[in-house]
């Protein structure tokens, strides 16, 4: 669901979120100019921390966005998005710091770079 861009929704969690999509280049090109979002994934490769269709609400990332491993990010790996967790980081906070992207089922997506990760997930709902 589209929402514009003029009229807030808020999360159970008090979170006023502009706009609810779902893995995808339109949801990521929000993020990426500044608005928080609702995010809906679809499959089982988070149970039991997410089921399908379980939305979040995703902030922007920003160089200053602190990641952490463990954070479910929205991000894209190889060419998909995904709602994924991050598994390891290395070189944190220098220029050539680097992502390994996974699912919670031990199945790892690939390394990626800051520029490719969008959102970071706040609120599970």
Known sequence: MKTNNNFKCVSPGGLAYSYSGREDVQTATHLAEGETCKVTGVGNSMTPI??????????PVTESTELSKKDIVLCKVNGHFYLHLIWSIRNAGTDSEMFLIGNNHKHSNGWITRKNIFGKTVEIL
């Open 50 to 59: 997410l089921k399908s269709h379980q939305p979040v609400i995703c902030i």
